[in-house]
């Protein structure tokens, strides 16, 4: 059996300055279309960073190579000061279990019940005693807002904003320092979206988390984020919705100032 | 900031004073869990949890000790945490929350219980599925004959499209295997009746086996992995994207627009790729009698003449139908039973096949009783 991995608590207290996530130059390349185009992105400690960009943008793809799922095909990416694309299999690992990540529809192993599905991680990384272990799973269930009951049923059995809590339930288990969210609120009516989002505030406060989402809902930029990152040109440009508004890029006007845009701010 | 968290306990006038330090992570909670199990104080004293050296701490770290002051509470001892740092308040709020609720249900994997559940389970299934399945053919027979009232209504142009996609598509791979069979059959028959210098009835045994049981069964079972999917695929991806509800939403018979038209194209092509198999099948047979066996082409189709009645290729035939109807109803069944994602159009997919080839061997086995009673 393999050795679970050891988790360093001082990992933080490594990084000397206020960026846990770095992007120097960072450039991904589908065949002959290139999507980003040497990106540049600092994420601070503690902050919920918005990434928008119109379809086809790349938002994903940026997730899904600052989490190591996608191979850049330049570029530098340091996660809690490291170089991701220069460890070993070992010291990757350990560092996967310093971030969680919300996949669109959660992506919870359907074979597994919540629970089940919770523990995975700590399986994986932690030697707890299966009491304490289910005691934990308990506390992360409650903790997402979900029923206790839900913890013994199966993803099918499961509302879609149900899914999306376990699935943040799953990403929370080994309280990570960076919570990965693809587009989170997507599929939720405006009550459920508008939970989720005070959900993820509150979780992010109190668990001093910094949080990366993918989004579109205007809603959720305005009520959680504190800056927004926007894919344009093939690059990123980072600011809060105010010092992004004086840009005069026609994307980013049309974006924040569109219809829906209006309707959202006169909230 | 010390790496390893520690717990301490110390007396204070009449009080304990529980100090936890350091860090309280998943990463340190398994070694301190037990030493905070074993925490007991003497009757009557009151216990202070002094929090002020905490380092990190996390849900599991805060859950520990929130237990631990549960637990003291419940034992009838004064218990409270002091020295509370602000960054933690947030935790300690969600524990609370999660200890209001009642506990959780998880079910143990226990050997014995899985076994008689799982046996009942599908058993029950099994008669679920039987009672659906013969309540689809219900609702099918009821809506052919309907369409053959009015036969307008049968979409001759769909009916079309899927002959040619489950028998002309099919001919070269049924083609093939039957040809190979034949082969196959000939080489091996002529190597045991040799022995006997019998090798002439090579030929009846290729004729007759081939042509009342070998061809139409291949035949059969290639089309049920090979269309049978496909049906439980197509309809399955339709039942997946919503568009089965759409066209029920318009009023439009799914079983009329979707599983007569397949079910035709299929019983009308069998017999016939049947046929084709069989023909195959004595051609590989016929090739491999003139090369092992030195016969010649007059001299093979003399014997097969006198040694196959014309009965044994009709009592192939015969089920080429029933074999289509069954496949075509076990594949459109399980596409229409495909729910939600794509998995379960995988899952379905696979049923389809195996139910299919599983009712044709069935079929072919009361066929085959009832043969003997009648004599052929």
Redesign the interface.
Known sequence: MAQPA?????LE?RVEDDAVIRLRGVVNRFGPQTVHDGVDLDVRRGEVLGVVGGSGTGKSVLMRTIIGLREPQAGTIEVLGRDTRALDNAQSKELRSHWGVLFQDGALF?SL?V?ENIMVP?KE?????PR?M??????????VGL???A??KYP?QLSGGMRKRAGLARA?A??PAIVFLDEPTAGLDPIGAANFDQLIR?LQ????LTVVMVTHDLDSLIAICDRIAVLIDKKVVVGTIPELLKLDHPWIQEYFRGPRARAAFGS | MSLAGNIETRPDGSNLIVDASGTWTLATISGLDKQVRAIAPSSGQSVSIDLRNVGLLDTAGAWVLFRLRERLKGEGFQAEFSHVGDSHEGLFHHIVECEEQPPMNLQKFHPFRRLTDRTGYQSYQMWLETKAMLAFFGEMMLTAAGALLRPRRLKFTSIVSHMEQVGINAMPIVGLLTFLVGVVLTFQGADQLRRFGAEIFTVNLLGISFLRETGILMTAIIIAGRSGSAFAAQIGTMKVNEEVDAMRALGINPIELLVLPRTIALILVMPLLGFYADMAGLVGGALMAVISLDLSIGQFLTQLQSAVPMWSFWVGIIKAPVFAFAIALVGCYNGLKVEGSAESVGRMTTRAVVQSIFLVIVIDAVFSVIFSFIGI
């Open positions: 050891r988790l360093e608590p001082t207290a359907s019940t629970a700590l990384y932690t030697n707890l005693s304490l289910e005691e934990v799973t308990k506390v992360k269930v409650t903790m029923p206790v009951e913890g013994s099918g929370l080994l309280d509150s406060q109190s668990l001093g």
